[in-house]
């Protein structure tokens, strides 16, 4: 997971707090992504960013805000946590490969930040 | 809406075999798709891309192709190791903006 740190790793809390995850990164990517892993589904993009203060709604962003005051920090907050939201999440970043028009980018991810909301 | 399936969702073969990991979209109109690996306790790692303009990519054992008429991709793993135990997930893009839709993987476990 060279290039990506996010913390905390581990977090359990109750309902109705807040909680905001950080993921961090040393390669001056533009692109940052916030995912949920759940059993029996694939990923599912919360939020994404693509840029200092551009952000933008994924698949799932209900009870989810986002922001991005650096290139290097991508915050993810539930505002006031549910059990629904008992989750893996992970950071990704994306570099560009192949051509511009091409749209094709590879992800790096995060090792991970497990959510428990009690 | 565009979902992606993959079969089987769980596999367990003798060491050596080769082996196929499937994809399935029910919109066949992919723009590009990716293949990663997952460790347990771990982040997702890149295998494969195959971009709009291509149709397969290869990465040592691994090969990976996909079919656009019918929306279906696959990995094919070639004398497989131990090592290669994980769960491997497949995304595509439906245009060439940066989402990507995911499937929910299969666990591979390659036996000694």
């Known amino acids: 997971d060279a290039g990506i740190t996010q913390s905390p790793r581990h977090k359990v809390t109750e309902t109705g707090t807040p909680v905001t995850l950080r993921c961090h990164q040393t390669?001056?990517?533009?692109?940052m992504y916030w995912y949920r892993q759940d059993p029996g589904h694939g990923l599912r993009l919360i939020h994404y960013?693509?840029?200092?203060?551009?952000?933008d709604k994924g698949e799932v962003s209900d009870g989810y805000s986002v922001s991005r005051s650096k290139t290097e920090d991508f915050l993810l907050t539930l505002e006031s946590a549910t059990s629904s939201q008992t989750s893996v999440y992970f950071c990704?970043?994306?570099?560009?490969?192949?051509?511009?028009?091409?749209?094709?980018?590879?992800?790096?991810f995060g090792a991970g930040s497990r959510l428990t909301v009690l | 809406k565009q979902e992606v399936t993959q079969i089987p969702a769980a596999l367990s073969v003798p060491e050596g075999e080769n082996l196929v990991l499937n994809c399935s979209f029910t919109?066949?109109?992919?723009?590009?798709l990716q293949w990663f690996r997952q460790d347990p306790g771990k982040g997702l790692t890149s295998l494969l891309l195959?971009?709009?303009s291509q149709r397969e990519q290869t990465s040592g054992r691994l090969n990976a192709s996909l079919d656009k008429s019918s929306g279906r991709s696959t990995l094919y793993i070639a004398a497989s190791q131990p090592g290669d135990s994980a769960t491997y997930l497949c995304a595509g893009s439906m245009d060439s903006n940066y989402q990507l839709i995911w499937g929910a993987g299969t666990k591979l476990i390659i036996k000694p």
């Open positions: 990704a970043i994306s570099e560009s490969k192949g051509t511009p028009s091409s749209g094709a980018n590879v992800l790096t």
């Open positions: 919109d066949s109109a992919i723009y590009n």
């Open positions: 195959i971009q709009s």
């Open positions: 390669e001056n990517h533009r692109y």
């Open positions: 960013s693509y840029g200092v203060k551009d952000t």
